[in-house]
């Protein structure tokens, strides 16, 4: 008999964290094809370049899409979404059909195919309001803006595959990803790419409010890693699952570690804080390490190392 052949598919695999993870899960012995499902909309082919994935090109909204690419699938990892709390506040429709019907439409796809394993990305945005931390997956959601409604529409449809159908599914809810192949340059880039893109420019670092809101900032590669374990040793659970590791550095403190990163401050500029931001993020990540005890996440300064000497690479920051 032949060695199985394992096949993955990525949703939104041509994207940040999905390229990164295409990566991560051909580097596993234990699989041998991944296929990443992408309109392009915020992914980039070139995130593809040379790595091995093949790009199917598709909406997650079309079932005949879903079904070409999950032909002969093991499992999909659905990172496809309309990311940004900003871009949601101003079109909360786009972000409910690309997150909530977009993960609906997956769901399906997994049945028909087979019952495939199916993890799925959530969001730390659906605790919202609720102020307690650290943040624990049996506290109270209480989402503030449209983005944060459609992430716990995300993790509800795939624990309700779980309960419903048996579908093997697990949700884990993201917090601050950030690391290489994250683009700036855009009005909903994230905070450590903008951060990354304005110092190199040499223009104002911008944030919203005083600076002393936090984050649990969580580099890509330990997200991948953890993703990638979930994949190969089939991980369920029909309870939600933070993939982030207690940290909690407010956005001055990350001024603080960029510049040393740099080797010289950024110019910062106060503007008024952003309708539905939250104002502090930290995960309890007990029900994680439960899962995944062997997990090393990647200290702040070495991921933002990582992340400035990948920006330095590009044509935009080469002097």
Request: hydrophobic share 40%.
């Given at each position: 008999?032949?060695?199985?052949?394992?096949?993955?598919?990525?949703?939104?695999?041509?994207?940040?964290?999905?390229?990164?993870?295409?990566?991560?899960?051909?580097?596993?012995?234990?699989?041998?094809?991944?296929?990443?499902?992408?309109?392009?909309?915020?992914?980039?082919?070139?995130?593809?370049?040379?790595?091995?994935?093949?790009?199917?090109?598709?909406?997650?909204?079309?079932?005949?899409?879903?079904?070409?690419?999950?032909?002969?699938?093991?499992?999909?990892?659905?990172?496809?979404?309309?990311?940004?709390?900003?871009?949601?506040?101003?079109?909360?429709?786009?972000?409910?059909?690309?997150?909530?019907?977009?993960t609906?439409?997956?769901?399906?796809?997994?049945?028909?195919?087979?019952?495939?394993?199916?993890?799925?990305?959530?969001?730390?945005?659906?605790?919202?309001?609720?102020?307690e931390?650290?943040?624990?997956?049996?506290m109270?959601?209480?989402?503030?803006?449209?983005?944060a409604?459609?992430?716990?529409?995300?993790?509800?449809?795939a624990?309700?595959?779980?309960?419903?159908?048996?579908?093997?599914?697990?949700?884990?809810?993201?917090?601050?990803?950030?690391?290489?192949?994250?683009?700036?340059?855009?009005?909903?880039?994230?905070?450590?790419?903008?951060?990354?893109?304005?110092?190199?420019?040499?223009?104002?670092?911008?944030?919203h409010?005083?600076?002393?809101?936090?984050?649990?900032f969580?580099?890509v590669?330990?997200?991948?890693?953890?993703?990638?374990?979930?994949?190969?040793?089939?991980?369920?659970?029909?309870?939600?699952?933070?993939?982030?590791?207690?940290?909690?550095?407010?956005?001055?403190?990350?001024?603080?570690?960029?510049?040393?990163?740099?080797?010289?401050?950024?110019?910062?500029?106060?503007?008024?804080?952003?309708?539905?931001?939250v104002?502090?993020?930290?995960?309890?990540?007990?029900?994680?390490r439960?899962?995944?005890p062997?997990?090393?996440?990647v200290?702040?300064?070495?991921?933002?190392?990582?992340?400035?000497?990948?920006?330095?690479?590009?044509?935009?920051?080469?002097?």
């Amino acid at each position: 008999m032949g060695e199985p052949h394992v096949k993955v598919v990525v949703t939104g695999g041509a994207g940040f964290i999905g390229s990164n993870l295409g990566r991560e899960l051909l580097a596993r012995p234990d699989v041998d094809e991944v296929v990443a499902l992408d309109n392009l909309s915020t992914g980039h082919c070139a995130n593809l370049d040379g790595t091995g994935i093949r790009l199917h090109e598709g909406t997650i909204l079309d079932p005949a899409a879903l079904d070409e690419a999950c032909e002969g699938a093991d499992a999909i990892v659905h990172l496809a979404a309309l990311p940004s709390v900003p871009r949601s506040v101003i079109d909360p429709v786009a972000s409910h059909h690309a997150n909530a019907t977009g993960t609906l439409e997956v769901l399906q796809a997994a049945r028909r195919a087979g019952n495939l394993h199916v993890v799925v990305a959530s969001s730390s945005s659906v605790y919202g309001a609720n102020r307690e931390l650290p943040k624990r997956e049996a506290m109270r959601t209480a989402p503030i803006s449209p983005y944060a409604v459609s992430k716990q529409a995300t993790e509800a449809y795939a624990m309700s595959f779980g309960h419903t159908y048996g579908l093997p599914t697990l949700a884990f809810r993201f917090f601050n990803v950030y690391g290489p192949l994250q683009a700036a340059g855009h009005a909903y880039a994230a905070v450590i790419p903008n951060f990354v893109d304005a110092a190199l420019r040499g223009v104002p670092l911008t944030i919203h409010g005083d600076g002393e809101q936090t984050r649990d900032f969580t580099n890509v590669g330990t997200v991948t890693r953890v993703l990638a374990d979930a994949v190969t040793r089939t991980v369920t659970d029909l309870d939600p699952v933070n993939l982030a590791f207690g940290t909690r550095t407010s956005l001055n403190a990350l001024v603080a570690e960029l510049a040393d990163t740099l080797g010289f401050m950024p110019e910062v500029e106060h503007v008024d804080p952003r309708a539905g931001d939250v104002r502090d993020s930290q995960a309890d990540s007990t029900r994680l390490r439960h899962h995944f005890p062997d997990v090393e996440p990647v200290p702040l300064h070495v991921g933002l190392r990582q992340t400035v000497d990948w920006f330095r690479t590009l044509p935009d920051y080469q002097a």
